[in-house]
């Protein structure tokens, strides 16, 4: 399944594959299998909006994002920027594309260097690219500082005396200082505490609106996804298994896998979590090493059926959603179905 | 009234002791955190002074040649040397601490010593340092090949008999400054930067080099701006400690007659002609052995100092102690403050 790329699409990932070797130790390291981390994935990001990408840990969102940020190198597949190729290039290479693709990283302990100053810190891409120096450097960090909520006069202070979410807003700053057009959101406020997280969901929220960023965001809070995005991804075992727009993911999941994970999301009301039906997964994630043939998720699904250990199903549009909300599912959920109680047939 | 006077008071001191600690936090840097832990260490301090007279004494040596009109390599056969031709023992003929086998004065001769010691050590160490930080930080940071060559190079100067070397470089190309500044430096190198390669290895997963790598940056700043200021704190501990072996490693070049060579003073060959005299002249070797051990141990003793200035458990106990003392202090102002009642009595 391809997208159409238009001037209204900023970046287009197309059958994206990233798989990592898994090597003996020792001197003569052989490759022994292949970490499929990423597999075959497709999507776009359009300009000035947010996808949401969610998942268990280990379905291979970050690297997903580490690989549209060119960090590590894809095995297969392609990143196109603004309708130029960005995948596979050198590191000279990718350097305009930096300017314009920054991260947010989660543990806002970890992406600060502690030995440094938070002037230099936010400096560092005025350095690197080296469009401001001297005096003129400080006055646009001092402008940064303020702009997301930072006392500029804390210019010469280090990380380890900031809170949390403080130093979140520092890497904020510091992702925000090119005038990026893409900021990849790993997890960003996963390490907060929820008052701060709000705040740095709203600063997000602001910057969107002012330089009309274009957000990757990734978390596995289903919550915070469903209020920062346009646009939402759902990925299993390296796989998306259902895209679309917000609402329609939210309000009518047609993958069992999306469908389980609103069941398990704590709601906020009483009334309604007692009404809703749980639905139990069984099993635990299976090995990225050797993913289940057919469908990834049919070792875990109720709803599985011979066929989906036999064939993969493609992502696409099911019959009576939206052009925009496609599903990898052969037997995707009905509106008003039950999977609780749906029975479990057995498998060869 | 009495409860807003609580209020009072105990807003005041917080605000007291909030401006005090912006005053104190502001800019202050791992350095100065360092120093302010290492004031606290008696032992530490000490030999800091220890060393600092020394490296005095050492460059104010032509000074007092000039007090005592006694140049390093001038013998004095009259009033240096007894009828037996010995050496003349301390507070004589205005010799300070007497006179040595040629009838040289001894102080002089171990100022001009120590300016020998302490260059060498100074001079190896910055270059072993040097050395040791770029190959550890390259290896570490590139891994791989590189990481291979480069380790197991490292492991095999570590392995090698360095004195042998030293002395057949000695025997073979003669004696010089030089050469044995090279020899030191060579082999202090590699304890340093197997250290390094193994905290760059931790260092390089963290998230901040990611970002770095992010914006842009490349190996080479990656490695000497973000990495190295994370490693100054093991190196400067390591470099501390090198400081009395490259001394230590001159006097034992010295004393073999492979190193500095007379009439140029050093502390091994004062030591060397010394050993045929310490039946009949106690100072000829007391005080030249005496110099090489307290600047040695005052060079162990200030590296194990920053070190414990520099490791966070350190910090941990100390931040205890403050948040302690403030604690009592804050409960003595409210205590002090006019018509205090307990919370709820009433």
């Known amino acids: ?49 947010t996808v949401g990408l969610v998942g268990e840990t280990g379905s291979g969102k970050s690297t997903l994002a580490r690989c549209i940020a060119g960090l590590i190198p894809i095995t297969s597949g392609k990143v196109t920027f603004e309708g130029s190729p960005i995948s596979g290039l050198s590191r000279r290479g990718m350097r305009p594309f930096r300017r314009e693709i920054q991260m947010i990283f989660q543990d806002p302990y970890g992406a600060l260097n502690p030995r440094r100053r938070v002037g ?3 400096g560092d891409p005025f350095a690197i690219h080296g469009t401001a120096s001297g005096a003129e450097r400080k006055r646009q960090v001092q402008e940064l500082m303020e702009r997301v909520g930072l006392n500029p006069e804390h210019y010469n202070r280090f990380p380890s005396e900031f809170s949390g979410g403080q130093r979140q807003r520092i890497g904020v700053a510091r992702a925000l200082a090119l005038r990026p057009k893409l900021i990849i959101c790993d997890e960003p406020v996963s390490a907060l505490d929820v ?23 990734i978390a596995h809070d289903l919550e915070v996804v469903r209020h920062v995005s346009d646009v939402v991804a759902v990925m299993y075992l390296g796989r998306i298994v259902e895209r679309g727009p917000q609402d329609l993911v939210y309000g009518s999941a047609r993958h069992p896998y999306t469908t389980a994970l609103l069941s398990a999301a704590p709601a906020a009301d009483p009334d309604a979590a007692a009404s809703r039906q749980r639905i139990i997964l069984t099993g635990e994630v299976p090995s990225p090493i050797d993913p289940p043939s057919g469908c990834r998720f049919h070792p875990r699904c109720p709803k599985a059926q011979p066929l989906c250990s036999e ?19 052969h037997f995707p959920v009905e509106a008003g179905e039950n999977l609780a109680a749906a029975g479990r047939s057995e498998l060869p | 009234m009495s409860i807003s006077g609580i ?58 040649v000039a007090i005592t009109h006694h140049p390093p390599d001038t013998a004095y056969p009259i009033q240096g040397e007894t009828v037996a031709g010995n050496p003349v023992p301390p507070g004589t003929a205005g010799f300070w601490l007497g006179t040595d086998g040629t009838g040289r004065d001894l102080f002089i001769r171990i100022l001009y010593g120590a300016r020998i010691s302490l260059f060498i050590g100074f001079v190896t160490t910055a270059l072993g340092t040097a050395a040791g930080v770029t190959v550890g930080l390259i290896a570490g940071y590139f891994g791989g090949v590189i990481d291979t060559i480069l380790a197991r190079f490292t492991d095999a100067v570590l392995a090698f008999p360095y004195v042998v070397l030293a002395l057949a470089l000695a025997i073979v190309y003669g004696p010089s400054l030089p050469e044995m500044i090279a020899v030191i430096a060579f082999f202090s190198w590699a304890a340093i930067a197997r250290v390094v390669r193994g905290q760059t290895l931790a260092i390089k997963e963290k998230e901040y080099i990611e970002a770095a790598r992010s914006l842009g940056a490349g190996p080479f700043r990656i490695m000497f701006i973000d990495i190295l200021p994370n490693l100054l704190a093991p190196v400067l501990v390591l470099a501390t400690l090198y400081i009395p072996t490259a001394v230590v490693f ?33 100072w000829y070797v007391l ?45 003595a102002l409210v205590d002090r403050a006019p018509g205090v009642t307990a919370p709820g009595g009433n």
Request: hydrophobic share 50%; net charge neutral.
């Open chain 1, 120 to 122: 230099a810190i936010i």
């Open chain 1, 311 to 329: 064939t993969e199903p493609l992502l696409e549009v099911k019959a009576g959603d939206a052009a925009t909300h496609a599903t990898a599912c």
């Open chain 2, 7 to 64: 209020e009072f008071a105990g807003q005041q001191a917080v605000a007291a002791e909030a401006a005090e600690g912006v005053a104190k936090i502001e800019g202050r840097s791992q350095w100065q955190l360092t120093w302010r832990r290492l004031r606290q260490d008696k032992v530490a301090v000490g030999a800091l002074i220890v060393i600092l007279v020394m490296i005095v004494l050492a460059i104010a040596a032509p000074a007092f």
């Open chain 1, 1 to 49: 399944m391809s997208i159409a790329a238009d001037s209204d699409t900023l970046v287009m990932v197309e059958n994206l594959v990233k798989y990592f070797p898994v090597r003996t130790s020792g001197l003569i390291r052989r490759t022994v299998g292949q970490v499929h981390a990423v597999d075959d994935v497709t999507f776009s990001i359009p300009r000035g909006k």
């Open chain 2, 287 to 331: 005080f030249p052995a005496a110099a090489l051990l307290i600047t040695t141990l005052a060079f162990n003793l200030l590296g194990d100092g920053i070190r414990d200035a520099m490791d966070p458990r350190t910090e941990r106990v100390l931040a205890g102690a403050r948040r302690r003392r403030r604690r009592t202090k804050l409960t």
């Open chain 1, 195 to 217: 008052s701060i997280q709000a705040q740095v969901l709203n600063l997000l929220s602001d910057l969107q609106q002012d330089f009309g960023l274009s957000y990757l965001f």
């Open chain 2, 250 to 282: 001159e006097a034992t070049l010295s004393y073999l007659g492979l190193g500095i060579q007379p009439p140029t003073a050093s502390w091994g060959n004062i030591l060397e002609d010394a050993a045929n005299f310490y039946t009949v002249a106690w």
